[in-house]
């Protein structure tokens, strides 16, 4: 916990907090969805009020993944707003923290054959059920990294609101490497051997996560990097065969200049380890990597609905301008990795979900774990005057 890079303003569950992470009722998981559902949808309906209304909605994508009630969620949203009998609705589960891309994916394929159509995405996940109780310390480790959050995004392909759209959906990359059983099974929701249910990560999950990633910019890159950059790499990489010279250090990213056709980087929020893992591997500054670090240290990893906290901190600190490009990187369980490409429409400055505490980013995620000094002497070898069988 003291190195999660978790600060101390992050939301969660009720149950949790109260006491109850052991006994969670069914009427604790539908709360927590209510809760962060309705919220979402509320503020968007009110900022889209008389543009959009619920009954305008012609596609439903609702995301979250260890949660699957019945009737469904998108259910629970289309009788709350009494949207109408002919919508689509998809609800999707078991696609982990990059279920938000595979939502917009569904959606934009959908678009393909469907003119003038409004969708609506909502991506969260239940924490309180899926508190882990037992300890299995691969599975505590979800404890320390997962909080409760979620989002709402509109999306259309009407051509009457391209003066009020925001962004623009370049491309969409998808790359599965569940193949490989030790990807498959580096990030699983099981039981230990006392009988917990809890999510289970695994010391694989980072080789994982980059072999998917490599797929998924193998496909995508190419796509909106401009050609000079991608001959220059061909050219340079090609010249390294044939000579002998020493490898270079993985800090050197790997080998493309990713601001030739890319100005902004929305990490998935998962981790320390991942975020710097990424950072490293793509040769990104500290500056691109801060908004995902920013975010986990606000709001925790947030699961499908993280990259958005992400983006809404570049959007608070008036960092994304009219024609600039964004690189959203997701990863999830199974194990895959789904990225996409926004182009941004206009200058945003709303200061969203981050009103109340971006101003003391990221001077505040500087302040030292309160874990750090009060159970540090936990790794203490001579303090350990407790053993446990």
């Not at 006994?23 to 968007?44: G, N, Q, V, W, Y």
């Not at 699961?303 to 960092?319: D, F, I, P, Q």
Request: some cysteine; overall charge neutral.
């Amino acid at each position: 916990m003291a190195s999660s890079g978790i600060g101390e303003e992050t939301y969660g569950p009720r149950n949790v907090l109260e006491g109850r992470e052991d006994s969670p009722t069914l009427l604790d998981a539908h709360s927590e969805m209510d809760e962060i559902m309705f919220d979402t949808l509320d503020k968007l309906f009110h900022k889209t009020k008389g543009l959009i209304s619920p009954s305008d909605i012609d596609i439903l994508v609702v995301n979250v993944s260890l949660f699957a009630p019945s009737p469904s969620l998108t259910s629970r949203v289309i009788n709350r707003y009494k949207m109408r009998e002919d919508i689509k609705s998809f609800n999707l589960s078991g696609l982990g923290c990059s279920a938000s891309v595979i939502s917009i994916d569904i959606v934009q394929r959908i678009f393909e054959t469907r003119e003038n159509s409004i969708a609506l995405v909502v991506s969260t996940e239940t924490m309180g059920p899926h508190w882990y109780c037992g300890k299995d310390r691969s599975m505590m480790l979800s404890n320390c990294l997962f909080r409760a959050g979620g989002s709402s995004v509109l999306l259309t392909n009407a051509a009457r609101f391209k003066n009020r759209a925001l962004m623009k959906l370049v491309t969409v990359v998808r790359a599965h490497v569940g193949s490989d059983d030790e990807a498959y099974s580096c990030c699983m929701q099981m039981e230990d051997r006392d009988g917990h249910p809890g999510f289970l990560l695994t010391k694989y999950l980072k080789k994982a996560a980059a072999r998917a990633l490599t797929k998924n910019l193998q496909v995508l890159l190419p796509r909106v990097l401009p050609v000079k950059e991608l001959i220059r790499y061909a050219i340079v990489r090609a010249l390294k065969r044939r000579t002998t010279a020493k490898r270079e250090p993985a800090s050197s990213g790997i080998g493309l200049n990713l601001k030739t056709g890319l100005q902004h980087f929305c990490i998935h929020p998962g981790g320390r380890a991942i975020i710097e893992g990424v950072g490293k591997s793509l040769g990104l500054t500290e500056f691109d990597i801060e908004p995902a670090r920013m975010a986990l240290h606000r709001f925790g990893n947030t699961s499908s609905g993280g990259l958005w906290y992400v983006l809404g901190y570049m959007e608070a600190k008036n960092r994304l301008k009219k024609g600039e490009k964004i690189l959203m990187m997701s990863m999830g369980a199974g194990f895959e990795s789904n990225n996409c490409v926004w182009e941004v429409l206009k200058d945003l400055d709303d200061k969203n979900v981050w009103e109340d505490s971006v101003d003391r980013y990221p001077e505040l995620s500087r302040i030292p774990n309160p874990f750090v000094e009060k159970y540090d002497w936990i790794n203490d070898d001579t303090m350990s005057f407790v053993r446990v069988d």
